[in-house]
């Protein structure tokens, strides 16, 4: 069974940084590509970044160029999160998700990032 | 990087049938089969329903089933149940992105 569980989320400063973390089992880790989506409070879907089997591809959405960095441990199954220079509309719950063929097929419970002033 | 554009709200009384659009560009579901839906009920992650355009994960009953045309894509439910109350969301592969939809709420009347 494919379980994913992220962790790293709490309360924090604006301007200040974050580290999510996302522990992967029940599958390959090193056969898929990762994402991370998060969802603002009474908000929708918002697709942050997506990582390549071997971290060879990685991608970011616009609004978080810059600030966020995604990376993976294929040794450990594990799929990072590092988010600096948080504003209070990063704010959100935040979900690891697996690739299918070419988009998000499982997810995890999310982990919420709460960033006040 | 837009959103994929989705009607905000659907309804349709048990038995019915229910329709959510979800239309983008010819650089994401126009340019690629590689459209998902999601189901998402409150306080919960969201669940795929359909991938690959119309392709069904193992569990999902074949109430649901999408389709694409041009640079839509179309999430259709049959018979609608009570449980499938919830937000429904699109998602497009772009390439060097992925765009979700704005998320539609389905309510069963």
């Known amino acids: 069974e494919v379980q994913l569980v992220e962790s790293g989320g709490g309360l924090v400063k604006t301007g200040g940084s974050l580290r999510l973390s996302c522990a992967a089992s029940?599958?390959?880790?090193?056969?898929?590509?990762m994402n991370w989506v998060r969802q603002g409070p009474g908000k929708g879907l918002e697709w942050v970044s997506s990582?390549?089997?071997?971290?060879?591809?990685?991608y970011y959405a616009d609004s978080v160029k810059g600030r966020f960095t995604i990376s993976r441990d294929n040794a450990k199954n594990s799929l990072y999160l590092q988010m600096n220079s948080l504003r209070t509309d990063d704010t959100a719950v935040y979900y690891c998700?697996?690739?299918?063929?070419?988009?998000?097929?499982?997810w995890g419970q999310g982990t919420l990032v709460t960033v006040s002033s | 990087q837009s959103a994929l554009t989705q009607p905000r709200s659907v309804s349709g009384s048990p038995g019915q049938s229910v329709t959510i659009s979800c239309t983008g560009t010819?650089?994401?579901?126009?340019?690629?089969?590689?459209v998902s839906w999601y189901q998402q009920h409150p306080g919960k992650a969201p669940k795929v329903i359909i991938y690959?355009?119309?392709k069904r994960p193992s569990g999902v009953p074949d109430r649901f089933s999408g389709s694409k045309s041009g640079n839509t894509a179309s999430l259709t439910i049959s018979g609608l149940q009570a449980e499938d109350e919830g937000d429904y969301y699109c998602?497009?592969?772009?390439?060097?992105?992925?765009?979700f939809g704005g998320g539609t709420k389905l309510t069963v009347l």
């Open positions: 998700a697996r690739d299918g063929s070419a988009l998000p097929y499982y």
């Open positions: 029940g599958f390959t880790f090193s056969d898929y590509n």
């Open positions: 990582i390549s089997s071997y971290s060879d591809y990685i």
């Open positions: 010819s650089s994401d579901v126009g340019g690629y089969n590689y």
């Open positions: 690959d355009v119309t």
């Open positions: 998602c497009s592969y772009a390439g060097s992105y992925t765009v």
